[in-house]
T-cell receptor, first 113, second 113 residues
Framework: NAGVTQTPKFQVLKTGQSMTLQCAQD?????MYWYRQDPGMGLRLIYY???????DKGEVPNGYNVSRLNKREFSLRLESAAPSQTSVYFC????????????FGPGTRLTVL | GQQLNQSPQSMFIQEGEDVSMNCTSS?????WLWYKQDPGEGPVLLIA?????ELTSNGRLTAQFGITRKDSFLNISASIPSDVGIYFC?????????????FGTGTLLAVQP
């Protein structure tokens, strides 16, 4: 039982390049989330998927798109990377219903030059 | 976006000392969660609280859901070097979207052996 896994662990992009961050969970959770973490800003929600087939914007969605590929997988895409998107990205999952506990992956450290 | 007031921002203590930190808000919460993040890793859930006044322990860690529902406290007894890391509180607002958590900005804990 690996929990929440993320790939890649590190990535360096040039401004304007695109990439997709992958996230998968093996806990049969219904809800999945993408956050970014910046110094002094805490964790900020980018997008979330309450259940398979649905996605919604979070607090900072601009410049990102997501796909809930199936119940296990939730990907985050940067279409045209900008230096302001340099951050650490975390995926999380939650079983759903009235249980609010979220479980996080190990993160992807992204640098945009 | 809304964030929780978490204090202190950082603590530098000697091994064996007890530690206290807290999160406060002007809003009422249904759930309080406490996470620990080690350097280069994702947040790991320590304790979940769902009822006002609830006191829950996990080894040397004890957390409480404040009676007013607007705050929560985390205590660590007899600290050891592996307690080093950043501790985050997170809460789910009463009346807020059940899918979303609000995060504190973290307390950095350093333990001197």
């Amino acid at each position: 039982n690996a929990g929440v896994t993320q790939t890649p662990k590190f990535q360096v992009l040039k401004t304007g390049q695109s990439m997709t961050l992958q996230c998968a969970q093996d806990m049969n959770h219904n809800s999945m989330y993408w956050y970014r973490q910046d110094p002094g800003m805490g964790l900020r929600l980018i997008y979330y998927s309450a259940s398979e087939g649905t996605t919604d914007k979070g607090e900072v969605p601009n410049g990102y798109n997501v796909s809930r590929l199936n119940k296990r997988e939730f990907s985050l895409r940067l279409e045209s990377a900008a230096p302001s998107q340099t951050s650490v990205y975390f995926c999380a999952s939650r079983v759903g219903g009235t249980v609010n506990e979220q479980f996080f992956g190990p993160g992807t450290r992204l640098t945009v030059l | 976006g809304q964030q929780l007031n978490q204090s202190p921002q950082s603590m530098f203590i000697q091994e064996g000392e007890d530690v206290s930190m807290n999160c406060t808000s002007s809003s009422i919460f249904n759930t309080w969660l406490w996470y620990k993040q080690d350097p280069g890793e994702g947040p790991v859930l320590l304790i979940a609280l769902y009822k006002a006044g609830e006191l829950t322990s996990n080894g040397r860690l004890t957390a409480q859901f404040g009676i007013t529902r607007k705050d929560s406290f985390l205590n660590i007894s007899a600290s050891i070097p592996s307690d080093v890391g950043i501790y985050f509180c997170a809460g789910q607002l009463r009346g807020g979207a059940t899918n979303k958590l609000i995060f504190g900005t973290g307390t950095l804990l350093a333990v001197q052996p």
